[in-house]
């Protein structure tokens, strides 16, 4: 459980961004401090996430402090406002899931498309199963007025990695940018749709799934003249049609 705040004098705990007197460079008190709050602030931001969780998108500021263990007036010393609390867990949420699917996205020589898409698909379909309510959340702030504050979303980076394989197998960066940009618009609304259904098996949904992405591919692929299987390790350098033809 997180621990109550610190005391702040007459005054308590000052808000974010008051900082601490000083007449001169910071000494080793008001580091200590700045570190302090900045490790009590990312606490409650995981309490949030833990929070909307158990609770749902619209867990109140009381639930989440509940779970942080603080009163409702502790937790937001630590936040400028509702807004500024719900942005920090949304940027904790990404971060977490991002952290959680690129190492799926790592290629070697041995990885084959297979490998790579189901282990991709499979990590992003666990966290929906798991973490349903995180989910509408995240949904939600992209939904909402607030979209242009929230700083690379899930989409937004999945899409960025996407990219980068598919230019490694030397497909133009042009085409690259858009497909990429569709395969994760079409994992995100397939995992939308089989929240509400529920219909198939994860491990069902994961293969689904997995091949529509590797069918986009690899025609794409074929488009630029580079030959792809789909359990075969992806060809590292591999030539395209017009350069074996040159």
Same mark, same amino acid.
């Given at each position: 459980m997180i621990g109550r705040g610190q005391p702040?004098? /007459?005054?308590?705990?000052?808000?974010? !961004? *008051? =900082? #601490? +007197? #000083?007449?001169? +460079? +910071?000494? !080793? /008190?008001? &580091?200590?401090? #700045?570190?302090?709050? #900045?490790?009590?602030?990312?606490?409650?931001? $995981?309490?949030?996430?833990?929070? @909307?969780?158990?609770?749902? +998108?619209? $867990?109140? *500021?009381?639930? @989440?402090?509940?779970?942080? =263990?603080?009163?409702?007036?502790? &937790?937001?010393?630590?936040?400028?406002?509702?807004?500024? &609390?719900?942005q920090a867990i949304a940027d904790h949420v990404v971060k977490a899931v991002l952290q959680s699917v690129q190492p799926q996205l790592r290629l070697s020589p041995q990885t084959t498309p297979r490998e790579i898409i189901t282990a991709a698909v499979g990590e992003i379909a666990g966290w929906l199963d798991e973490h349903p309510n995180l989910y509408h959340f995240l949904r939600s702030r992209r939904a909402g007025a607030s979209l242009d504050s929230v700083e690379g979303t899930l989409a937004d980076n999945v899409a960025a990695l996407l990219k980068l394989v598919m230019v490694f197998l030397g497909i133009d960066s042009e085409a690259a940018e858009p497909g990429a940009y569709g395969l994760v618009g079409f994992v995100e609304a397939a995992g939308a749709w089989w929240l509400e259904h529920r219909t198939l098996s994860r491990a069902r949904f994961v293969e689904l799934v997995s091949t529509g992405v590797w069918h986009v591919l690899e025609g794409t692929a074929r488009d630029y003249g580079i030959t792809l299987a789909y359990d075969q390790p992806l060809p590292f350098g591999a030539p395209t049609a017009q350069e074996t033809t040159a």
């Open positions: 702040g004098g /007459r005054g308590g705990t000052p808000p974010v !961004g *008051a =900082g #601490t +007197p #000083t007449d001169g +460079p +910071p000494d !080793g /008190r008001s &580091l200590r401090w #700045t570190e302090h709050r #900045t490790q009590r602030r990312a606490a409650f931001v $995981a309490a949030g996430a833990d929070a @909307i969780d158990r609770y749902g +998108p619209g $867990a109140s *500021a009381e639930q @989440i402090a509940e779970v942080a =263990g603080v009163s409702r007036t502790v &937790l937001y010393r630590y936040f400028r406002d509702r807004e500024d &609390l719900r």
